[in-house]
Nanobody, 122 residues
């Protein structure tokens, strides 16, 4: 399984971004998918995930209300939309596939992309 993120770059505070993740080699759509991020000098943190079984989404408190995770099983793609950006959103964003239907912890995921850098400027 290979995951490839895209859509990162420089964004303005208050603006929006949309990240994409192309999924290659996954044999089932039932696996949960998620987004994590690692800010400079900080630990990796959960951002959002979507259940492969129910389609239910989970969000970190830091992005709840301004974030939407979605997936397109036909295109084998995962997306993350983040609005009202602030400097705390500056991080490398990683796409990940769960070992099961869902997950919100890094240990729940066993396939990871290389990450895409998002930098939010004031």
């Amino acid at each position: 399984v290979r995951l490839e993120e895209s859509g990162g770059g420089l964004a303005q505070a208050g603006g929006s971004l949309r990240l994409s993740c192309a999924v290659f080699g996954s044999t089932s759509d039932l696996y949960g998918m998620g987004w994590f991020r690692r800010a400079p000098g900080k630990e990796r943190e959960f951002v959002a995930s979507i259940s492969g079984l129910t389609g239910e989404a989970d969000y970190a408190d830091s992005v709840k209300g301004r974030c939407t995770i979605s997936r397109d099983t036909v295109k084998d793609a995962l997306y993350l939309e983040l609005n009202n950006l602030n400097s705390d959103d500056t991080a490398v964003y990683y796409c990940a596939r769960s070992q099961s239907y869902s997950g919100t912890h890094g240990d729940d995921f066993n396939y990871w992309g290389q990450g895409t850098q998002v930098t939010v400027s004031a």
